[in-house]
């Protein structure tokens, strides 16, 4: 059975921190590439991050509104994606979800979603996120 599972969101005062993960299985992790997605309340689901992790290199994408605060990495020895979530503000606010989809979708329009969240073939239930002013 595939899933995909986030956890380590919470509640955080502005300025603050919180590490979400990303944990994989049922499919070949090296294979996918995984991005992450928020949607606050009455909004689209927006893209976060995305990182390619069956490149050497790591290609990551990241959206310009977290760009320098945020950073997405990839554990492949645990199946995991991480998204550090640095200098919090109450913007970012949402529910995180991180999704799996072909290495070639992490690319400059990564977070290109239709209604059914394709291109990205697998996505996690979510986990809160909460930034207090």
């Known amino acids: 059975e595939v899933q995909l599972v986030e956890s380590g969101g919470g509640l955080v005062q502005a300025g603050g921190s919180l590490r979400l993960s990303c944990a994989a299985s049922?499919?070949?992790?090296?294979?996918?590439?995984i991005g992450w997605f928020r949607q606050a309340p009455g909004k689209e689901r927006e893209g976060v991050s995305c990182?390619?992790?069956?490149?050497?290199?790591?290609?990551?994408y990241y959206s310009d509104s977290v760009k320098g605060r945020f950073t997405i990495s990839s554990d492949n020895a645990k199946n995991t994606v991480y998204l550090q979530m640095n200098i919090l503000k109450p913007e970012d606010t949402g529910v995180y979800y991180c999704?799996?989809?072909?290495?070639?979708?992490?690319?400059?329009?990564?977070?290109?979603?239709?209604?059914?969240?394709?291109?990205?073939?697998?996505w996690g239930q979510g986990t809160q996120v909460t930034v207090s002013s």
């Open positions: 990182i390619s992790s069956s490149s050497s290199d790591g290609y990551t």
């Open positions: 999704a799996a989809a072909d290495p070639q979708i992490c690319g400059g329009t990564y977070y290109i979603i239709d209604t059914a969240g394709r291109p990205y073939d697998y």
């Open positions: 049922g499919f070949t992790f090296d294979d996918y590439a």
